[in-house]
């Protein structure tokens, strides 16, 4: 590859970032420009410093125009955001945009004509702002109400058949407009008490095997073109790793059982299931190794400015000593640029 290694590692980083304009000084115009980075995610909500309110949403317009001077910084970054719906938005009523319920309100009608109206109308506001990647939908089971998932109101249904067909109408509304959608949260959130954010989140005595079926079917289906494996875990896939940092999890029972051979993006690892438990390099070097390939880093639970080349230079450094191999970076990019050029 005519790329760097360095450069290479760059493509794998998805970074959250402050601003609801960007200038050339800040840090993730360096990001895209030096360091080559995949893509940025965007929030409406600073939540890493209770003095400042914005983070990159305020309006239509203003958004459309951070989106556009991004894109000439670098036209192929995915610009990625988490717009499920009801809880999980980041595009609301008030800053202008159109308001959009819950997956799970729209499960209760489970009407194919209720989810492609509901599709259609998100896919068609991220297609005139150019957001290219939406981190939706959520294909957890809805298992029982005190989940967290389900208090969230994230959960579409507790039957698989029905989440995978919902779920492929959403996934091909958004594919109409070039946009990506990811399935989440692998192998299954929704037996989950305990919120991957805060802390060690286990459902080894809560999660059974019908939670991956709406991956499964959605696979077989050759409907799917990114996956987010979660924090969450499972003795008896690994009794060693949380998902996102399992080999066992993303390359044994998702890429090798299940069969995908497409992008796996895994949760922030900011997120406190894993900065709670792991340092750094241990879960750079374990979340590489477990074969995901785009690390989203949304750089709001706690800001880091950095985070960037910080990352990039302990991966680098994990090479360098052996813990990974050049070509565990190689196939990531290679699947990264694919997914490029599709959309």
């Known amino acids: 590859m005519s790329q760097t290694i360095k450069q290479q590692i760059g493509q794998m980083i998805i970074a959250g970032f402050k601003g609801l304009q960007i200038n050339p000084k800040d840090p993730v115009v360096r990001d895209i420009q030096q360091f080559n980075i995949g893509g940025v995610i965007l929030y409406d909500e600073e939540v890493s410093d209770p003095n400042e309110r914005w983070r990159n949403i305020r309006s239509t317009e203003q958004t459309k125009s951070l989106i556009q001077n991004l894109k000439k910084v670098d036209e192929s970054l995915l610009i990625c955001i988490d717009q499920e719906g009801g ?19 729209i499960g209760s009608h489970n009407d194919e004509k209720v989810t492609h109206k509901f599709a259609a109308s998100i896919s068609n506001t991220l297609n005139e702002l150019g957001i290219n990647v939406n981190l939706a939908p959520v294909v957890d089971l809805e298992v029982n109400g ?42 299954g959130l929704g037996s989950a008490q305990d919120d991957t954010h805060e802390g060690f989140t286990d459902i080894s005595n809560t999660w059974s095997e019908r ?47 299940l069969n995908y051979d497409g992008v796996v993006i895994c949760d922030d690892p900011m997120m406190g299931a894993i900065s709670n438990q792991y340092d750094f390099e241990t879960a750079m070097g374990q979340i590489i190794n477990a074969s ?13 400015r950095d985070i960037v080349p910080r990352t990039i230079e302990t991966i680098f450094g994990l090479i360098d000593r052996g813990h990974i191999k050049e070509s565990r970076i190689h196939e990531s990019v290679e699947r990264i640029q694919i997914l490029k050029q599709k959309f």
């Not at 809880?87 to 309100?105: I, M």
């Not at 579409?156 to 594919?175: K, R």
């Not at 073109?225 to 009794?239: A, T, Y």
């Open 87 to 105: 809880n999980v938005q980041r595009l609301k009523e008030e800053y202008g945009f159109l308001a959009c319920p819950s997956w799970n309100e």
């Open 146 to 187: 005190d989940a967290y998932q389900s208090k969230e109101s994230r959960c579409f249904s507790s039957d698989p058949s029905i989440i995978a067909d919902h779920s492929q109408i959403f996934v091909e509304a958004h594919q109409n407009k070039n946009v990506i959608c990811t399935l989440k949260h692998f192998p």
């Open 211 to 257: 939670e991956i079926e709406p991956f499964k079917q959605l696979i077989d289906q050759g409907k799917v073109d990114l996956i987010m494996v979660g924090h969450s875990f499972h003795r008896e896939i690994d009794p060693d790793w949380p998902a996102s940092m399992s080999e066992k999890t993303v390359n044994g029972l998702l890429r090798t059982e």
């Open 292 to 304: 995901v390939d785009l690390l989203c880093f949304g750089n709001n639970l706690v800001y880091d």
